[in-house]
């Protein structure tokens, strides 16, 4: 499907159900089909333009919250850590390398849970503890 009408469907399909962020990074993305880098997004979005490390920064965590949120519609947002930012695409390649990526990020976070269970000697069945069973004096 051709860019243009992918974005039509999806703006035809959403209407009137995204808020004000979500239709301003949509339209953003939109515009930039090369793709936008968080501190673009951030500059265009709310004139900021960000001084160093982005880990405190209330708006591109807005930003990134946001676009998590589009996802979740199935807009198809995608992004790579070898392409920086953001861009809307529906390529297979490029869904596929995103994918591919999460899949990573997933099993290299599974192995940090396997090697925890390890370290502090805690079977890997464990089922923590709620606060109605734990005891008064923790």
Known sequence: MDPHAM???????????????????????????????RPELLLMIYQEKPEGSLANNVHDRMIRKTIQRLRERLIPI??????????????????HMMIA???????ALQD???????FYQVPETFVPATKATQSPLL
């Open 101 to 107: 990526e999460m899949q990573a990020r997933v099993e």
């Open 112 to 118: 940090r849970i396997r090697q925890a269970h390890k």
């Open 7 to 37: 974005h039509t469907m999806i703006e035809n399909e959403l209407a009137g159900e995204l808020s004000g962020l979500e239709k301003q990074i949509f339209e953003a993305l939109k515009q930039h089909p090369a793709g936008l880098t």
């Open 78 to 95: 995608v992004s790579t850590s070898r392409e920086a930012g953001y861009r809307l695409d529906t390529s297979p390649t490029a869904v």
